[in-house]
C-alpha cells in the first residue's frame, strides 16, 4: 500500500472518517438543486469546505471519544475460560 506506519494509523483512519461522513452529508444537503451540474457543483464544494472544518476535529475528538465508549463498555468474559477440565 502507501507504507504509512502503523503508529499514524489514527490520523488515516481521521481522514478516511471525515472525507466519508462530510461527503454524505454535504450530499444529501445539495439535494435541493435545481439541476444535475448545479447540484454536484454545490455537493463538491459544500464538500470541501465541511471536510476542512471537520477533519481538525475528528482528530481531536478521535481519542477523548475512543476512551469514552471503553468507560462505558467492559470485557466480554470468554465462557470457556472458567471452566474446568
Same mark, same amino acid.
Given at each position: 500500500?502507501?507504507?504509512?506506519?502503523?503508529?499514524?494509523?489514527?490520523?488515516?483512519?481521521?481522514?478516511?472518517?471525515?472525507?466519508?461522513?462530510?461527503?454524505? $452529508?454535504?450530499?444529501?444537503?445539495?439535494? &435541493?438543486?435545481?439541476?444535475?451540474?448545479?447540484?454536484?457543483?454545490?455537493?463538491?464544494?459544500?464538500?470541501?469546505?465541511?471536510? $476542512?472544518?471537520?477533519?481538525?476535529?475528528?482528530?481531536?475528538?478521535?481519542? $477523548?471519544?475512543? $476512551?469514552?465508549?471503553?468507560?462505558?463498555?467492559?470485557?466480554?468474559?470468554? &465462557?470457556?475460560?472458567?471452566?474446568?477440565?
Amino acid at each position: 500500500m502507501l507504507g504509512i506506519p502503523r503508529r499514524y494509523s489514527h490520523f488515516v483512519f481521521g481522514i478516511i472518517q471525515s472525507g466519508l461522513t462530510s461527503l454524505v $452529508a454535504s450530499g444529501i444537503a445539495s439535494l &435541493p438543486a435545481d439541476s444535475p451540474m448545479l447540484f454536484i457543483r454545490h455537493w463538491m464544494v459544500s464538500w470541501l469546505i465541511a471536510w $476542512a472544518a471537520m477533519l481538525p476535529v475528528v482528530l481531536l475528538a478521535a481519542p $477523548a471519544i475512543r $476512551a469514552f465508549s471503553l468507560r462505558l463498555t467492559q470485557e466480554e468474559r470468554d &465462557p470457556r475460560a472458567g471452566r474446568q477440565a
